[in-house]
């Protein structure tokens, strides 16, 4: 019996120098390579906190991510032009109907061939791609006179049936540039009776959806300067007004279009909520390691990742991951950790925050930074260790016939 009571008292030894250990340790200072510590990364949000009083007066992340954007090359105040007229145009692969009076021969459904040309028998080919429906109703009334199939003008109509998808390239300040397919619509969704009266719909094939298929824009984009190039000439368009929920251009694209979006080198924090051109939602990986766990299932978050509302913060994404409150003393005072990287340079960021300390700021919003897809985040408890589990895995507590 005192061999035993020996050998726990050594142990309960063992637990307090590990314990004391535990406290007084300290995790070395996380390094990044960019100065993200004043606030001079991607979001001044990044930055570490402070108790200046006087740095709290005359810094706000709002002013501190503003000084950083470049000269505004604005075509005007936000709405000052007006929305152009929408009207269809044509793009290879559409499909339309051509009606001419009295022959059944030359009449019928034709597609818009890949080299953007309509053709007709007997006549030469017209030209299609990026021409409104009413222009290539006159060519063809004039090819079928040059032709010499008719002596006086017919009467030409031609009604789309179907517009087809197109690919189109995206570039600039989108998280995911690179060619992006619009216009697709799954069989399911089809109105045939629509089709069949009205003609097809371009309500996808639009630049707002490019934008967003290409990942949504980024929070530095220049949206008063979007550009569309086709055929080597190049249209801008002012699309400020679609954050504010006002009417925006929002122009049919054609097959082979090129998208581009200059950045402002600056956080926007305007952009970060949802939009036509903003991401869908965040995907953010999560670690929650207040309870160490096998798999993330058992942690309370999915498997792989977990899909946000774009425009989340921080402190709200901490609350999802399960990290804040417990009935541990080892979950008093908890901090997370964020992996992100900054899409300008490419370059990671790890930031951590004491939520405590974070929670009871007045200022907290100039320190709780929003997420962008891909990030990370992992929950870690305080650097108090937990007795009563140290004691169990080693055997103390049985050995004594106590309960802790």
């Not at 604005?74 to 290879?92: C, E, H, W, Y």
């Not at 970060?272 to 942690?299: E, W």
């Not at 790890?350 to 405590?356: A, D, F, K, S």
């Amino acid at each position: 019996m005192k061999n035993r009571l020996k050998s726990a008292s050594g142990r309960v030894a063992l637990v307090s120098l590990l314990a004391l250990a535990q406290g007084c340790a300290s995790l070395e200072p996380i390094g990044n390579r960019e100065n993200v510590k004043e606030g001079e990364s991607y979001q001044a949000q990044y930055r570490a906190t402070s108790d200046d009083e006087a740095e709290r007066l005359s810094k706000s992340s709002v002013l501190m991510n503003a000084q950083r954007c470049a000269p505004d090359k604005t075509l005007g105040p936000p709405g000052s032009r007006m929305v152009p007229a929408d009207i269809d145009i044509l793009s290879p692969g559409d499909l339309i109907e051509v009606s001419i009076s009295d022959d059944d021969e030359i009449s019928g459904k034709y597609e818009i061939s890949q080299d953007g040309m309509l053709r007709l028998m007997y006549v030469p080919p017209v030209s299609a791609k990026g021409r409104s429906v009413d222009s290539i109703e006159e060519s063809v009334r004039r090819a079928l006179i040059d032709e010499g199939l008719y002596n006086t003008v017919p009467l030409v109509s031609i009604r789309v049936m179907d517009f087809a998808p197109a690919r189109v390239f995206v570039a600039g300040a989108v998280f995911e540039p690179g060619s992006v397919t619009v216009g697709s619509v799954a069989a399911t969704s089809l109105d045939r009776l629509r089709q069949e009266t009205l003609g097809g719909r371009t309500s996808e094939r639009r630049l707002a959806r490019a934008l967003q298929s290409a990942g949504g824009v980024r929070p530095d984009a220049d949206l008063s300067r979007v550009t569309v190039w086709r055929g080597g000439h190049k249209r801008t368009y002012d699309m400020r007004p679609v954050i504010t929920g006002h009417a925006y251009p929002d122009p049919v694209l054609l097959e082979g279009d090129q998208v581009e979006i200059p950045s402002r080198h600056c956080f926007q924090e305007e952009l970060m909520a949802p939009s036509a051109v903003a991401p869908p939602g965040v995907k953010v990986f999560m670690s929650n390691l207040a309870v160490p766990a096998s798999s993330n299932a058992q942690a309370a978050i999915s498997k792989d990742t977990v899909e946000l509302r774009y425009g989340t913060r921080f402190l709200q994404a901490v609350f999802s991951l399960n990290c804040v409150g417990g009935a541990r003393l080892t979950n008093s005072n908890r901090s997370a950790v964020l992996f992100t990287r900054n899409p300008i340079t490419g370059q990671s960021i790890v930031i951590e925050r004491n939520l405590e300390e974070l929670l009871r700021r007045g200022d907290r919003d100039d320190f709780d930074p929003y997420l962008m897809p891909g990030d990370a985040l992992a929950c870690y408890d305080s650097s108090v260790i937990n007795i009563t589990d140290l004691a169990t895995k080693l055997g103390i507590i049985g050995a004594l016939g106590v309960i802790i």
